[in-house]
């Protein structure tokens, strides 16, 4: 078995679309970054390039490659997920926690567990997620950014 752990942080910035876990999220920031800036996705895929012991997003995905400018964060995590098969891994359970003030997502906790649960190939019941504030403090607590972290672990390598 082996363990990896992924953690991501973006901007929030008025008008872009707010999208976490692939889910898009009614609010009137989201997230800056040179793809969607999908936080969940990123810290998922960091979990699985450390477990799997390979390069990381930022490496594989560079944000000076202006052909991947704007690209949808599952096709990031797809790719993990077929390197993942390929060293022929399969995942025993992940857990993500998300920092942010707001908005609200507990309400969507289920939809994105089985969204990310569709790209992994698991069941929904092997991923936990849960929310937290920071309680007013520092940058994500002034509503500035949300951030994520993700463990993973994975067995059969
Ligand atoms: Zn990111």
Not at 78 to 97: A, Q
Not at 120 to 126: A, M
């Amino acid at each position: 078995m082996r363990i990896g752990l992924g953690f991501d942080i973006h901007k929030l910035v008025k008008g872009k679309r707010l999208i976490l876990g692939g889910i898009q999220i009614p609010y009137h920031s989201g997230l800056k970054g040179h793809s969607d800036g999908d936080v969940v996705f990123h810290s998922i895929s960091d979990a699985l390039a450390g477990a799997l012991g390979i390069e990381d997003i930022g490496t594989r995905f560079p944000n000076t490659d202006k052909s991947i400018k704007g690209i949808s964060s599952r096709l990031i995590l797809e790719s993990y997920f077929n390197s993942l098969r390929k060293m022929g891994g399969k995942i025993v359970n992940l857990d993500i926690v998300i920092l942010t003030e707001s908005p609200y997502i507990k309400p969507w906790y289920e939809m994105m567990k089985k969204n990310i649960a569709e790209v992994l190939k698991i069941d929904p019941s092997c991923i936990g997620i849960k929310a937290k504030t920071m309680e007013g403090l520092g940058e994500i607590g002034k509503k500035k950014a949300i951030a994520c972290f993700a463990s993973v672990l994975i067995e059969n390598l």
